[in-house]
Each structure stands twice: as structure tokens, then as C-alpha cells.
């Protein structure tokens, strides 16, 4: 499959996740981002809405990313792996962290990611049909939000938050967005 461009005209994906997508991020304000996201349908968690909430939303600033999509095995954790085992296996394969802003523009461009198998919206560990954006982590807290992911359950589609802890295990199928370094 040939590379190809998400921008703001695009609401679909289109792609097995296996070759690279570029994803045009930023532009919006958080007002026209939540917005946004409103207007698609998409309903968020409070971690998700936390996240926003960090200063990081304030910038603007326009970027195109090149997204792939990996699982913990496919990035050599055959046995699962930490968020920083995870991150650092990443690294290794020409692969790197998203901007934090990822999770809601990629949610807004993938307009017909699969249903997940099942509807169990939080059950303390990672979930069916879920893909995890890999960012940078905006506050070491334990309670504050680690990251984004996006799912579709019942047809409805999430942009949801995650908490964990740097001891947390990611079975080897759970699914990772990573940044292609070029």
C-alpha cells in the first residue's frame, strides 16, 4: 500500500495500519479541536478531557507525523513489555514517540476503525480493538492521564485517556499509533 495523506478532508484511515499514514496535527484551537470531535461524534472519558486540558493544547502549531501502527510483539516484546520497555523497543526499530496533540486528530481522521469485540469500557487493562498513542507522558502522577487511545464500541467511537504506571505489563497484541522517524 502506497503512502498516503490524511488531512482535515479526510475522515477515514483507510489502511491496516501497516504502512505509514501522514497525519496532519494542529491548526486548532482546544475550543475548535473539542468541537470538532463533537461535531464527528466522538465521545471522550475524563482522562481524555484531562489531557486536553494541558497547556500543551495551547500551541497551535501545525505538523504533519508519519503514523505507523505496531503491536508490543511486532516491536520484540514477545512477552509484553512497560511502557518505557515499550517506548524504548520503539526506538529501536526507527520508531518514536507522537506529539501528545496525536490522539484527537488521529481519532477525528480514522473514521471507520473496527468495532471492538467487546463493549467493557474499563476493566484495568488494556482493551479489545483499542489503539494506544504512543506521546510523551505530560505528568508523572500516578493519577493523571498517560496517554490517549481510540476505540469504537457499539459504533460509537472513543477518544479515551489511560492511566498506568511504569510497572504496568502491555500484553504482546496491544496495539501502539508510533511515529515514523524519517
Known sequence: MDDHRLGSSETSM??????????EIGGLSRTQLFEALRVSGVSLNAHAEALMA??????GARETVRIVDRTVAELGLTDGG????????????????CPVVTGPYLRLAWGKQ?????????????PAGALNVASPVLNDDIE?????????????????????????????DVRF???QII
Open 54 to 59: 494541558h497547556p500543551i493544547f495551547d500551541d
Open 177 to 179: 499509533a508510533l511515529r
Open 14 to 23: 483507510g489502511y491496516a495500519g501497516r504502512d505509514p499514514v501522514e497525519l
Open 82 to 97: 512497560t511502557m518505557p520497555q515499550v517506548f524504548a523497543a520503539a526506538e529501536e526499530y526507527g520508531l518514536g514517540l
Open 114 to 126: 473496527t468495532n471492538s469485540s467487546t463493549s467493557v469500557m474499563s476493566a484495568g487493562h488494556s
Open 144 to 172: 493523571f492521564p498517560k496517554g490517549f487511545y481510540l476505540r469504537v464500541v457499539d459504533g460509537q467511537p472513543w477518544l479515551r485517556g489511560f492511566r498506568c504506571d511504569d510497572l504496568y505489563v502491555f500484553s504482546p
